[in-house]
C-alpha cells in the first residue's frame, strides 16, 4: 500500500485540501493519504521541517511526503541581476532513509536534513515550460512526480540530479561550559513548549549532574526530568523529553481552552529563551549544599 503524507499551509478553511487529496484519488484509488498538518504559518518552511522531521520516521519506508509550504517555483525569467541567482527555487525530490520528500527548494531541504545529508536529491527543471503548473504546484506538479515515483519511472527521464540546496534559518543551541542556551521552536496544541535542545545536548554533561532550567519566570524553574507528564501533580510544570528527544515543558493537565498551557502560564511565546544551568561536582550550587 502507497502511502503519501500532505503538509502545507493552506489551512482547512477552504476547499484547497479536498482538492489536493481528489486529484490524488483520480491517480490512486488505492493510495493512503496521511495529513500532517495544514495549519504552517505561511511560507515558514522551517516550521514544516520541524513538523515532517518529527513525524517521519514513523512511516515505513518508500513513504512519499508532498511538502507544500512556500511551494511556487522562482525561475530564471524571474531574475533580472546576477544577484538574485541565489533566489532561484525549483521542485526538488529529496530522498533521504528511504523515504521520498517532494518540495519546492525554499530552505526546507537543509532545514530538513540537519546535520545529516541527502541519499538523493533531485531537481525537476522542466517546470520551467509549464507556466500551468505554477499556481497551486502541489497539485499541479508535486502529485504528478508523486506519480511518477510510484510509477518507478528512473528520476533521470524527468530531473537532473544535484548536490546543492538551500536552508532556512533556524536557531541552534549554544552549548558553553555549563550551559545549554536554547530557544522555543514551537508550541503545541495543549500550549506545551517545545525548545530545540535534545536529550544529547544534556548527555554531554554527564550521568546525574544537578541542573536547572529557567526560562522568563524563574520562579518556575524545573530541576529534573519526568519520564510522563503525569510524574507531576496536576497542574504542576513538568519536563520531558518528547517523542523527537527534544525538551519539551508542560503543566500536567493543562491545555489551551482549559486552565491554560504552559505557553500562557508562563508567559512563553516562539523564539523565547530557555537556558539549562548544570551544576557538577565541586561547583559553588553543590558546595552550597554542604553548608
Same mark, same amino acid.
Given at each position: 500500500m502507497q502511502i503519501i503524507t500532505l503538509t502545507s499551509d493552506i489551512g482547512l478553511k477552504d476547499f484547497y485540501v479536498a482538492s489536493l487529496k481528489g486529484k490524488?484519488? $483520480?491517480f490512486r484509488p488505492e493510495v493512503h493519504i496521511v495529513d500532517v498538518t495544514h495549519q504552517i504559518k505561511p511560507f515558514e518552511v522551517a516550521e514544516a521541517a520541524f513538523q515532517l522531521r518529527s513525524c517521519y520516521q514513523s512511516f515505513p519506508k518508500g /513513504?512519499?511526503?508532498?511538502?507544500? @509550504?512556500?511551494?511556487?517555483p522562482y525561475l530564471p525569467y524571474k531574475v533580472t541581476d546576477p544577484s538574485q541567482e541565489s533566489l532561484l527555487a525549483y521542485p526538488s525530490i529529496l530522498k533521504f532513509d528511504n523515504q521520498y520528500f517532494i518540495c519546492n527548494d525554499n530552505g526546507f531541504i537543509g532545514t530538513f536534513l540537519g546535520e545529516d545529508v541527502p $541519499?538523493?536529491? #533531485?531537481? #525537476? @527543471?522542466? *517546470?520551467?515550460?509549464?507556466p500551468e503548473a505554477?499556481?497551486?504546484?502541489?497539485?499541479?506538479?508535486?502529485?504528478?512526480?508523486?506519480?511518477? *515515483?510510484? $510509477?518507478? *519511472? %528512473?528520476?533521470t527521464e524527468y /530531473? @537532473? %540530479?544535484?548536490?546543492? &540546496?538551500?536552508?532556512?534559518? /533556524?536557531?541552534?543551541p549554544i552549548v558553553e561550559h555549563n550551559l545549554i542556551q536554547g530557544n522555543v521552536i514551537h508550541i503545541d496544541n495543549f500550549g506545551n513548549i517545545i525548545t530545540n535542545i535534545f536529550k544529547s545536548d544534556f548527555e554531554r554533561f554527564g550521568k546525574d549532574v544537578p541542573f536547572?532550567?529557567? &526560562? $522568563?519566570?524563574?520562579? #518556575?524553574?524545573?530541576?529534573?526530568i519526568s519520564l510522563a507528564y503525569n510524574d507531576v501533580s496536576m497542574s504542576e510544570r513538568v519536563a520531558i523529553f518528547n517523542d523527537s528527544g527534544r525538551l519539551e515543558i508542560a503543566i500536567n493537565r493543562g491545555a489551551n481552552g482549559g486552565n491554560g498551557g504552559a505557553d500562557r502560564l508562563f508567559g512563553m511565546r516562539l523564539g523565547e529563551a530557555v537556558r539549562v /544551568?548544570? #551544576?557538577p561536582k565541586g561547583s559553588v550550587r553543590n558546595l552550597d549544599a554542604f553548608l
Open positions: 490524488l484519488l $483520480q /513513504t512519499i511526503h508532498i511538502m507544500g @509550504v512556500d511551494s511556487e $541519499q538523493e536529491l #533531485y531537481r #525537476y @527543471v522542466a *517546470i520551467e515550460k509549464q505554477w499556481n497551486f504546484m502541489m497539485k499541479n506538479c508535486f502529485i504528478d512526480l508523486a506519480q511518477k *515515483i510510484i $510509477q518507478k *519511472i %528512473p528520476f /530531473t @537532473v %540530479p544535484v548536490k546543492s &540546496y538551500k536552508k532556512a534559518f /533556524t536557531t541552534h536547572v532550567i529557567s &526560562y $522568563q519566570k524563574r520562579n #518556575y524553574d524545573i530541576d529534573r /544551568t548544570f #551544576y
